[in-house]
């Protein structure tokens, strides 16, 4: 912990990730013992875990319900799988600037959103098994172009997705800079 945030203001504030603890080690230079890391259960917060795990329920399905609507014939390019992934990488890179650099501190968009729903939407498994089932039925270009083009493709799409995030973020300062005013957030960022 920082020396200014200490007690009950720290636990009310975002909650401590793995990142943001000191490191045990040796003793500072006031003599007193550098502060320990907490076990990981004991940082693990039941909300955090919830929203991933609704998000992940929602995004796999809504993968499945799309594979079930698109189907891929056998020893086609697997244009679903393909649509998904790279849709999840533009929406991710997105919800990224939001999250970042755009709304205020949230505590449970991130893991629902990116964690659990994009997480479990985009599939890195299928997309291996569909180039797995190209190889084996010979079509070893289509497989090529799954394997490379789903890569530039998804590259493609986050670039894409953090230049508009971030084309978002300059027009609301210029907008806030304008009228002097900040803009109110709704439910989802407490």
Same mark, same amino acid.
């Given at each position: 912990?920082?020396?200014?945030?200490?007690?009950?203001?720290?636990?009310?504030?975002?909650?401590?990730?793995?990142?943001?603890?000191?490191?045990?080690?040796?003793?500072?230079?006031?003599?007193?013992?550098?502060?320990?890391?907490?076990?990981?259960?004991?940082?693990?917060?039941?909300?955090?875990?919830?929203?991933?795990?609704?998000?992940?329920?929602?995004?796999?399905?809504?993968?499945?319900?799309?594979?079930?609507?698109?189907?891929?014939?056998?020893?086609?390019?697997?244009?679903?799988?393909?649509?998904?992934?790279?849709?999840? #990488?533009? %929406?991710? $890179?997105?919800? !990224?600037?939001?999250?970042?650099?755009?709304?205020?501190?949230? *505590?449970? @968009? =991130?893991?629902?959103?990116?964690?659990?729903?994009?997480?479990?939407?985009?599939?890195?498994?299928?997309?291996?098994?569909?180039?797995?089932?190209?190889?084996?039925?010979?079509?070893?270009?289509?497989?090529?172009?799954?394997?490379?083009?789903?890569?530039? #493709?998804? %590259?493609? $799409?986050?670039? !894409?997705?953090?230049?508009?995030?971030?084309?978002?973020?300059? *027009?609301? @300062? =210029?907008?806030?800079?304008?009228?002097?005013?900040?803009?109110?957030?709704?439910?989802?960022?407490?």
């Amino acid at each position: 912990m920082r020396a200014n945030e200490s007690g009950p203001e720290r636990e009310s504030r975002e909650p401590t990730y793995i990142s943001d603890a000191e490191p045990r080690g040796e003793p500072e230079r006031g003599g007193d013992p550098a502060p320990t890391r907490e076990p990981f259960r004991s940082r693990l917060r039941k909300g955090v875990l919830a929203a991933v795990t609704l998000g992940g329920v929602l995004g796999g399905s809504a993968r499945y319900v799309l594979g079930l609507m698109f189907p891929t014939p056998r020893g086609t390019f697997p244009l679903t799988t393909f649509a998904i992934n790279v849709s999840g #990488a533009f %929406l991710l $890179a997105l919800l !990224l600037v939001y999250v970042l650099e755009i709304w205020p501190p949230t *505590r449970y @968009v =991130r893991p629902f959103a990116g964690v659990g729903f994009l997480g479990a939407f985009t599939t890195f498994s299928t997309w291996m098994v569909d180039t797995d089932h190209l190889l084996g039925h010979g079509h070893y270009a289509v497989a090529a172009f799954n394997v490379f083009g789903s890569l530039f #493709a998804g %590259l493609a $799409a986050t670039v !894409l997705g953090l230049a508009i995030g971030r084309m978002t973020l300059a *027009r609301r @300062v =210029r907008l806030t800079t304008q009228h002097g005013r900040a803009h109110r957030y709704g439910w989802w960022v407490r």
